[in-house]
DNA sequence: CCCGGGCAGC
């Protein structure tokens, strides 16, 4: 093979006429003479050429001579004229002794340019067939071929086999592997590079530097910031400028901050990773200063500027200054700049102006991937969520394919607008995409399964992260937390501390499962918690620790913390007018809800919703009617089902019990079975068999398979000593074969979580309480209580029993918690279920006879039994 | 020939 390159590179001996022995040794030469003659040479050579054998050979070799320089000279000149194929071609065609390597080296440098690997594997070919030597000069060549081109494998294959001694070549890879986010590939070439004793140069190490920031490797940010000074590239503007980037991506703002200021020729780059910078690490303000000072300067602003300072406005919400610098950029010719114009849009859009981004959107000429998902995106943030659902269909239409920024979006849309069955498509399309690697997209999938009811499908994506980050964790603790699902919620924070440290979010994510289960222990330490890494200031944080202890019991605490937030939303202020409600004093609930007008926040639905609640669980019903009209006349919000159900509920606890039933005759919306259902309860406690009866059609024809009417119904017939009917419900229930709905209670003493259920004997103490709980009764008994309250029933295997002795789990836990806490504690119980009458008559005496005071949470509100009295007064 | 800063998402 050597010998080509030896037989071209020694052809000056052929121009000895004397030497005609080499030149026949070459079976080479024959064919170039044969060739040259029918292709270049003059008819009177021709002509020559048939004299002596001598004359002939020096003739002839002086001619193939000036064939093959043409030849190379010729392929220099289509490389030149940028016509690739005439070059490639005219190379295959070419005996290989006809060629130099500079011709070899022209077309694949063309190649390159072309980003044509096809004409790049072709020219390897030849390279190959024609036997040549594959060195470092052309070897660097494929290399540099294949890696334009973009086939990093075969381009690293032949640098792996060639002497590198050109610190360029080791760049070009080391940018490519950066360039697909083969960061530690980059970084292993980088240290191999020095192994192989060549120095780096600016271009090594802003590249390297580049991945140790991608890698968050402040450390080696930090070492190779020494080496570079070492080296004297201190003053070289690319390597200070890639420092000052890599020191704002690994957070280190101040190291950023004393690189620029002691940078002495700043330019428009330097300038600009400053405002990124800023941006990137919540400093969008800092970012608009550095911003001024370079207009004050007058350092030429280019586009770079103009997104960042864009993203920044965004950031902040300046939209008077996004739109001068949206002016500015036309009249500086970036009408048609593609990335300019995405900014733009989403700045509009993130400065709450929808109809901004939409004149962007629809003005700008060339749209991209970006371009739709940012329209989708400002849709979305507008709650138009099938309006972007919409435009996700659209632009599929038009073939553009979403990709993982596009699919967040629109799961975040399926999630906010509780599409599920359009979330499972994208999941689908997901999965056909291999788009299911994408922590933000399994993040947001996870995010969409939760909103939508669905926690078994969220946690068979999360089951599947490899490595999950803190979005994962808080995503399914707050998932379980809003599902309802508190024990999972619990159980997956503390398997999260395993793997990675909780923050804020985590915090509000996980309180409401202890708010759930009335964890008050467990409650108290990720208080501590906050305390300690200062999350209070968190309004989220501090909004979901004020209900945490609400709905632990502890009241005034949640309202002396509710009062150390500064700055209340809307949501903070329902939640503490929700919480006066729950625990009856509906009265502060009123004047908290009035302090909330005053503090300038209007209310909405769900503040009506617990205001009305409040009035309900105080017996309030003037109060709750003003209420109740005020939300149409003053906030024009029309009532839904849940305020009706509120005043239904309402009415009956204030004994209204037609005026309940006329008002759900009367309502411009369709009652549902919940509304039904509160006047079934009221029926209950007024023992109104008859218009049981009615009601409960209704119910067993909106939701025949709810147990919990069936329940109802068989309580108001077994108090009224019906129990031919009780039996005959009890058949109804069997045929149908409903689920059961166990009541269960719990208590903490000491840590220690201890949880009854109805006629449990099987606790270690079951004979303490039972004996306990048998001197109340006689005690009751000779208070001529109504024994009526005693055939109370909880669930369908109650009814088994037909008539029972009351062993609800409330009281259980009750008596349990008298025994085992010291008399000054207050004893805390919460249950799954609404207390039944009867227990909440044992809460009551107990609380009087053990001078105890004990708090009860049921499904519904709070009761606080002090003194034989309970806080509810009646109205639960 | 390889270079620093820039747009969308949980």
Redesign the pocket.
């Known amino acids: 093979m050597s010998k080509s390159i030896a037989m071209l590179s020694t052809w000056p001996t052929y121009h000895n006429p004397n030497n005609n022995s080499n030149y026949a040794k070459s079976p080479n030469c024959f064919f170039l003479f044969r060739q040259s003659t029918t292709t270049c040479l003059s008819p009177s050579n021709f002509d020559l050429s048939c004299g002596s054998s001598i004359f002939v050979s020096a003739t002839l070799s002086e001619t193939a001579h000036n064939v093959t320089v043409d030849k190379n000279v010729q392929i220099c000149k289509f490389c030149e004229m940028g016509d690739l194929r005439n070059a490639v071609e005219l190379l295959k065609s070419a005996q290989r002794s006809e060629l130099e390597l500079n011709s070899y080296c022209s077309v694949l ?1 063309l190649c390159a340019e072309r980003k044509s690997l096809e004409d790049g594997k072709r020219v390897h070919s030849i390279i190959i067939s024609n036997g040549m030597v594959i060195d470092a000069v052309l070897g ?2 494929l290399v ?1 071929m294949y890696v ?1 081109c973009g086939d990093l494998v075969e381009g690293r294959r032949i640098f792996d086999g060639i002497l590198n001694d ?7 890879l080391m ?1 490519e592997y ?2 697909i986010g083969n960061y530690k590939e980059s970084v292993g070439l980088f240290k191999k590079m020095q192994e192989s004793g060549i120095r780096g ?4 190490f ?2 390297i ?2 991945c140790f ?1 991608a890698l968050a490797k402040v450390r080696e940010c930090k070492r190779v910031h020494g080496y570079i000074l070492k080296l004297g590239f201190g003053s070289y ?6 420092l ?3 020191y704002f ?1 690994c957070g280190e703002v101040e190291g950023a901050r004393n690189l620029f200021d002691k940078l002495s020729d700043r ?4 300038w ?2 400053m405002i ?2 800023c ?2 690490n919540g400093l969008s303000r800092n970012g608009l200063e550095f911003f001024i000072q370079m207009l004050n300067l007058g350092v030429d602003v ?7 300072v ?2 920044a406005c ?1 950031n902040v919400g300046n939209l008077s200054l996004g739109r001068a610098l949206h002016a500015c950029g036309v009249k500086a010719g ?1 009408s048609e ?4 114009n ?2 733009l849009l ?1 700045m509009y859009s ?1 400065c709450g102006n929808l109809n901004g981004a939409t004149d962007v959107f629809v003005k700008m000429g060339e749209t ?4 739709w ?2 329209i989708i ?1 400002a849709y ?2 507008e709650g138009l969520y099938d309006d972007a659902i919409g435009l996700f269909d659209e632009m599929r239409s038009k073939g553009l394919r979403p ?7 629109i ?2 849309a399926c ?1 906010c607008s509780n599409s599920l069955d359009k979330g499972r498509d994208v999941h689908n399309y997901v999965k056909k995409n291999n788009m299911g690697s ?4 399994s ?2 999938l996870m ?1 969409m399964y939760a909103k939508c009811g669905s926690m078994e499908e969220a946690h068979l994506i999360f089951s599947h992260i490899p490595v999950k ?1 803190i ?2 964790w808080n ?1 399914m603790i707050g998932g379980y937390s809003q599902n309802s699902l508190p024990n999972e919620a619990l159980e997956l924070f503390l398997d999260m501390q395993k793997h990675s440290k909780p923050d804020d979010i985590t915090m509000a994510c996980v309180l409401p499962a202890c708010a759930g289960l009335a964890a008050l222990e467990k409650g108290r330490q990720i208080h501590a918690h906050i305390l300690r890494k200062g999350y209070f200031s968190d309004l989220h944080v501090a909004c979901a620790l004020v209900d945490m202890y609400v709905k632990c019991g502890l009241l005034v605490l949640a309202q002396q913390l509710f009062d150390m937030i500064p700055k209340k939303d809307l949501i903070t202020w329902t939640v503490m007018i929700a919480g006066y409600g729950m625990h009856g004093f509906g009265v502060e609930a009123i004047s908290t809800f009035e302090k909330m007008r005053t503090a300038g926040i209007e209310p909405e639905e769900s503040s009506f919703t617990s205001i009305l609640y409040a009035c309900c669980h105080s017996g309030l019903l003037k109060e709750g009617w003003k209420f109740f009209y005020s939300m149409k006349s003053e906030c024009n919000i029309m009532p839904k089902l849940e305020h009706y159900a509120c005043m239904v509920d309402l009415l009956v606890r204030t004994g209204n019990l037609s005026k309940a039933y006329k008002l759900i005759q009367t309502m411009p919306i369709k009652p549902d079975a919940k509304i039904w259902g509160a006047l079934l309860s009221g029926c209950r406690i007024n023992h109104d068999v008859e218009l049981a009866e009615k009601v409960a059609e209704h119910i067993f024809e909106l939701e025949p398979e709810n147990t919990r009417y069936y329940v109802l119904l068989a309580n108001v017939y077994a108090e009224a000593e019906k129990w031919e009917e009780v039996k005959t419900l009890q058949r109804k229930i069997g045929k149908r074969g409903l689920k059961k709905d166990q009541g269960c209670s719990w208590i903490e003493v000491e840590g220690k979580l201890n949880i009854f259920v109805a006629g449990d004997t099987s606790h270690p103490q079951a004979q303490r309480i039972d004996s306990l709980l048998r001197k109340l009764r006689m005690k009751m008994n000779r208070g001529g209580y109504s024994n009526k309250m005693r055939y109370a029933l909880i669930n369908v295997d109650d009814m088994k029993k037909e008539v029972l002795l009351c062993g609800h789990s409330e009281k259980l836990a009750m008596a349990f918690g008298v025994l085992n806490l010291p008399s000054g504690r207050t004893v805390r119980v919460t249950k799954n279920l609404r207390v039944c009458g009867d227990c909440h008559e044992v809460g009551k005496l107990m609380s009087k006879t053990t001078r105890m005071e004990i708090v009860l949470r049921d499904s519904n509100r709070f009761h606080h039994f002090k003194d034989g009295l309970c806080s509810c007064r009646g109205f639960w």
Do not use: E
């Open positions: 440098q660097a060549k540099f334009i050109k610190v360029f070549l080791w760049n070009l940018s950066a360039k140069d600016s271009y090594s802003t590249c530097l580049k920031a503007n690319a390597v200070v400028n890639s000052i980037a890599a991506k330019d428009v780059v330097s600009n990773s990124s910078g941006v990137m280019d586009s770079a500027t103009l997104v960042n864009l993203v965004a970036f700049d593609v990335m300019i995405n900014t989403d993130k991209t991937i970006v371009s998902t940012s995106a979305v943030r990709d993982i920024y596009t699919v967040t979006s799961v975040h999630a994408s922590l933000p997209v993040n947001a995010n980050d979005v994962s995503t």
